[in-house]
């Protein structure tokens, strides 16, 4: 049986391939998503990538079918759209653990797309 962690491990890992470069090329985007979840919460993260259609968005599909994977949201939340609706349908304990347990997973995510892509 695995644990927590091993499972984040193995989804960020095989999401890493589908994790592109930021504007400038320099770096992934997985680096910069943890940063604007913090800075602006989960909520405004996912609409900031919502509205940019940036790579900023294959970070949060990532993150939703880990969050599907670990049984924190439904599997019915197929899309940015759908995740959005759910994280405001839900309350503050669970928007709180959400956020918590993206943040565990993009922390291995950030690690293996920036060696994916060149970085270490």
């Known amino acids: 049986m695995k644990n927590l962690d091993q ?4 989804n960020a890992l095989k999401a890493a391939a589908t994790i592109g470069k930021g504007a400038k090329g320099s770096d992934s985007v997985a680096k910069k998503v943890p940063t604007m979840i913090r800075e602006n ?4 993260a996912a609409a900031f990538a919502l509205e940019t259609g940036q ?3 294959d970070v949060f599909v990532a993150v939703t079918t880990h969050l599907r ?11 940015l759209e ?3 609706e759910h ?9 709180r653990a959400i956020t918590a347990e993206s943040m565990a997973y ?3 995510l950030r690690r293996f797309a920036g060696s994916r892509n060149g970085g270490r």
Do not use: C, K, M, W
Not at 7 to 10: D, F, G, N, T
Not at 87 to 95: F, I, M, R, S, W
């Open 7 to 10: 499972i984040r491990a193995a």
């Open 41 to 44: 919460g989960i909520l405004g």
């Open 55 to 57: 790579g900023d968005g």
């Open 69 to 79: 994977q670990v049984e924190r949201i439904p599997a019915t939340v197929v899309s």
């Open 82 to 84: 759908l995740f959005l």
């Open 87 to 95: 994280l405001v349908g839900t309350d503050a304990t669970h928007l």
């Open 106 to 108: 993009l922390n291995y």
